[in-house]
Nanobody, 122 residues
Framework: QVQLVESGGGLVQSGGSLRLSCAASGGTIFKINTMGWFRQAPGKERELVAT???????IYADFVKGRFTISRDNAKKTAYLQMKSLKPEDTALYYCMGVVVLTPSSNEYHYWGQGTQVTVSS
């Protein structure tokens, strides 16, 4: 069974930085087409933060452009989210998502991590 495990969350002051990591493991993973970060604040819906394909194409939500950077290490099956200039409104549970191909002939499957909490104090 494929698992995505996030790490790197924590408490930081406004203007500070954090780096989140998401490592995929378990099962048989042929490739991971897309890895991404989503977040969900209390009382709000889950929203996209950033995604990155295995070819290096990235997408960012407008509210993080210029502050967050997504990257991947395909060999390690790991994605990162470097967050700078953090604001209190960035406080949320951050989830990792992976679009995984298990074998060369299989379909894509979406997997989610359990989330890592990011809290930004003012």
């Amino acid at each position: 069974q494929v698992q995505l495990v996030e790490s790197g969350g924590g408490l930081v002051q406004s203007g500070g930085s954090l780096r989140l990591s998401c490592a995929a493991s378990g099962g048989t993973i042929f490739k991971i087409n897309t890895m991404g970060w989503f977040r969900q604040a209390p009382g709000k819906e889950r929203e996209l933060v950033a995604t990155a394909t295995d070819g290096g194409s990235t997408i960012y939500a407008d509210f993080v452009k210029g502050r967050f950077t997504i990257s991947r290490d395909n060999a390690k099956k790991t994605a990162y989210l470097q967050m700078k200039s953090l604001k209190p409104e960035d406080t949320a549970l951050y989830y990792c998502m992976g679009v995984v191909v298990l074998t060369p002939s299989s379909n894509e499957y979406h997997y989610w991590g359990q989330g890592t909490q990011v809290t930004v104090s003012s």
